[in-house]
């Protein structure tokens, strides 16, 4: 069964470099020590609790809520910010309160990303490799970027890692260069759609 996963828009393309704006929803959140990998196991674990029952709900003991995709990291000075996004419709209202004090839920407005995605392990090397391709992408047009990066999992630990999707994020300011840009590139691609249609098919659609 297909688990339910954040909604967006892709606003543009920049080589291998989406821009997406993400709809409003809801997550759980913990903070826990450790390398790049030790505290997002970590994390799991105490948020899978509190999907799993580990919450007081208004009709009385724990609520079981379904699972969601990717599992998302991100620095927080020496420790590490773990988070599950909840399923759509959600918010902090309507979710059951978590037992465990370590666990927090966060409204979360609408939002543009930039993402980078890649297969591959779950290392710090490769993920910083990817976050240097994101980053020059995003340098090269001139695109700021706000916080830091999110590194989005959406396959379990026994999927084999050369199957595994992973991404890398970064927040964007919004600014009018920014719309100037995914305004030029929808223009490009309606372009290109049109050449396309008028040639059978035979040319590549433009995406930078």
Sequence with gaps: ???DTPQYSVEATIG??????YEPFTMATTAVAGSHQSAGNAGFGILARYIFGGNSSAAGGGEK???TTPVMQVPSGNRFEVRFMMPPGSSVETLPVPTDHRVTLTDVGAQTLAAVR?????????HDRQLGRLRAALDGAGIPTTGDPIWAR???PWKPWFLRHNEVLLTLERSPHLRATAANCRIRLSRAATRAA??????????G
Excluded at 16 to 21: A, F, L, Q, S
Excluded at 198 to 207: I, K, R
Aim: hydrophobic letters at 40%; aromatic letters at 8%.
């Design 1 to 3: 069964m297909a688990l």
């Design 16 to 21: 291998p470099v989406e821009i997406r704006r």
């Design 65 to 67: 809520i379904a699972m």
């Design 118 to 126: 890649y297969r591959g392990g779950w290392s710090k090397e490769l």
């Design 154 to 156: 959406y396959d379990p």
């Design 198 to 207: 008028v040639h059978g098919g035979d040319q590549a659609p433009v995406t």
